[in-house]
Antibody, heavy 119, light 107 residues
Framework: EVQLVESGGGLVQPGRSLKLSCAASGFTFSNYYMAWVRQAPKKGLEWVATISTSGSRTYYPDSVKGRFTISRDNAKSSLYLQMNSLKSEDTATYYC????????????WGQGVMVTVSS | DIQMTQSPASLSASLGETVTIECRASEDIYNGLAWYQQKPGKSPQLLIYNANSLHTGVPSRFSGSGSGTQYSLKINSLQSEDVASYFCQQYYDYPWTFGGGTKLELK
């Protein structure tokens, strides 16, 4: 059974940093692209970052480019999101999601982790 | 960026009814479209990919269609467990973008 379990969320002040983790199991992690998708409270979904199977290619929207860094450790079947210079508009539930390729939908999602950016 | 316009924003329907949700892309996305269902307090679940392919385990009352810039999700014979929000997403080109969502309620 595919499982994605996020951790590392919490309350953080504007301008500070936070690192999210996602532990994967039930599939060969190194064979899949992985991504982060967020959802602000009572709002829609926003794609945040994608990383290739080897980690050599990463993709971001302009809203987080230069502030967020996606990475992975295939030996540990783990995905990460380093978030720097956090803003109040980054407040959201962050989901870890799996994609078969770099141009594929998200076929499995984690349960999500809440990040609140507030002073 | 490709804009995804989803309609309606909310929808009320009766059990057994057929409902349709539309999604329009700002440019041709060549069937690179997915539909997700999100129940309250839960994470999204993939329903349809490549515009019209049913994801594993998804009931056959769900179907997707469309091409170019116009796509739709149809739910036949609405069940109580279908009460949820539905989102379309294009994965044809980065940045990947989602529609604003449709909240489906029972009448």
């Amino acid at each position: 059974e595919v499982q994605l379990v996020e951790s590392g969320g919490g309350l953080v002040q504007p301008g500070r940093s936070l690192k999210l983790s996602c532990a994967a199991s039930g599939f060969t992690f190194s064979n899949y692209y992985m991504a982060w998708v967020r959802q602000a409270p009572k709002k829609g979904l926003e794609w945040v970052a994608t990383i290739s199977t080897s980690g050599s290619r990463t993709y971001y929207p302009d809203s987080v480019k230069g502030r967020f860094t996606i990475s992975r450790d295939n030996a540990k079947s783990s995905l990460y999101l380093q978030m720097n210079s956090l803003k109040s508009e980054d407040t959201a539930t962050y989901y870890c999601a799996r994609g078969e390729t770099g141009r594929a939908p998200f076929d499995y999602w984690g349960q999500g982790v809440m990040v609140t950016v507030s002073s | 960026d490709i804009q995804m316009t989803q309609s309606p924003a909310s929808l009320s329907a009766s059990l057994g009814e057929t409902v349709t949700i539309e999604c329009r892309a700002s440019e041709d996305i060549y069937n690179g479209l997915a539909w997700y269902q999100q129940k309250p307090g839960k994470s999204p679940q993939l329903l349809i990919y490549n515009a019209n392919s049913l994801h594993t385990g998804v009931p056959s009352r769900f179907s997707g269609s469309g091409s170019g810039t116009q796509y739709s999700l149809k739910i036949n014979s609405l069940q109580s467990e279908d009460v949820a929000s539905y989102f379309c997403q294009q994965y044809y080109d980065y940045p990947w973008t989602f529609g604003g969502g449709t909240k489906l309620e029972l009448k």
